[in-house]
């Protein structure tokens, strides 16, 4: 009986402290907040901690992750044929007063990813930086100094603070929605090298909705590449393009020279490289339309639906 009283105590206790830590995670007070994952290291000065918080009925898993910044260069650079570079360290090392703030989040019932970052110097007299000071100690003839972020009361003053100056919180998300490019790197990780990697080099998407009304992202340097995501990015859509079944004309090269039976084909009026594929002949049914017909405009286009969902009328994903 005291086993259990002692269980309900701790209990009682704890909470508390659950739903202060939640606090300097999410972005509003309530009572259903709770931490996920403590405050735990991640990699070198990375450290991380997870809730679960709630914005009126909207619950999101938030993870928010203090840095301090590593430096992976040699300081002094060499010369190889006419061109200075710097090495990779054999052992990085923390950079001091430098840090990172990021905080990202996805929402439980769409999968929709946001998030944001700031990198900031701890100036004299600002807050945590006296806490966050290189912590030198002595012992005989030896001296060891403690890295800023390896302190517990740096750590936690940092998880304090929130990830901006002046700007706006919302104006600073990032944001993907499930199923865009890039989504499957930055929702692991959205402060990970391949994320970053893929924001950077993501190019301007367009839009594309299949005929049987399935919103694709899509990009001119991919070809024959499509994303599945939130039909939300076709309907706001300032061009929209879409695709459509024909029957290949019994004039075409591989039925009229190789004899081969015509097929039923899916195409995008976007350049039609995204979407140029065969599809089930059910999906040809009742339609007299060959090749030469490609004069379809965007917005004013009633796509068809098609008779199935299967796998053969899916556009590849990444």
């Keep these: 009986m005291m086993g259990r009283f002692n269980l309900f105590l701790s209990l009682i206790l704890f909470l508390p402290v659950l739903a202060h830590a939640s606090s300097h995670i999410c972005e509003r007070v309530d009572s259903r907040n709770s931490v996920l994952s403590p405050l735990t290291e991640e990699s070198l000065g990375k450290w991380c901690t997870t809730s679960i918080c709630y914005k009126n009925n909207e619950k999101t898993n938030r993870k928010k ?169 076709c309907d706001s859509a300032e061009k929209l393009y879409r695709t459509r079944y024909f029957k290949q004309s019994k004039y075409s090269v591989d039925v009229f020279v190789f004899g081969k039976e015509p097929q039923c084909m899916e195409q995008d009026n976007f350049k039609a490289q995204h979407f140029n594929r065969e599809v089930p002949m059910s999906y040809c049914e009742d339609k007299d339309v060959d090749n030469s017909d490609r004069n379809i405009t965007n917005k004013d286009f009633a796509p068809s639906v098609s008779p199935s969902r299967g796998s053969s009328s899916k556009g590849s994903r990444q």
Aim: proline letters at 3%; a positive charge.
């Design 65 to 233: 992750c203090i840095y301090q910044i590593v430096n992976n260069l040699e300081d002094n650079p060499k010369i190889r044929n006419g061109v200075q570079y710097y090495e990779t360290r054999k052992e990085p090392i923390l950079v001091e007063n430098r840090f990172k703030i990021s905080i990202e989040e996805i929402v439980h019932d769409t999968g929709d990813l946001q998030w944001m970052e700031h990198s900031f110097s701890l100036e004299t007299g600002s807050q945590c930086y006296n806490e966050c000071q290189p912590e030198q100690t002595r012992k005989l003839f030896s001296k060891k100094t403690t890295e800023s972020i390896y302190q517990e009361d740096c750590r936690q003053c940092l998880l304090k603070l929130a990830p901006q100056n002046s700007y706006k919180r919302m104006n600073s998300f990032k944001k993907l929605l499930k199923g865009q490019k890039c989504y499957h790197y930055c929702e692991k990780d959205a402060a990970s090298a391949n994320c970053k990697w893929c924001m950077k080099n993501r190019g301007n998407p367009v839009y594309i909705l299949t005929a049987d009304n399935r919103c694709n992202e899509v990009f001119e340097s991919e070809l024959r590449k499509a994303y599945e995501t939130s039909m939300s990015l």
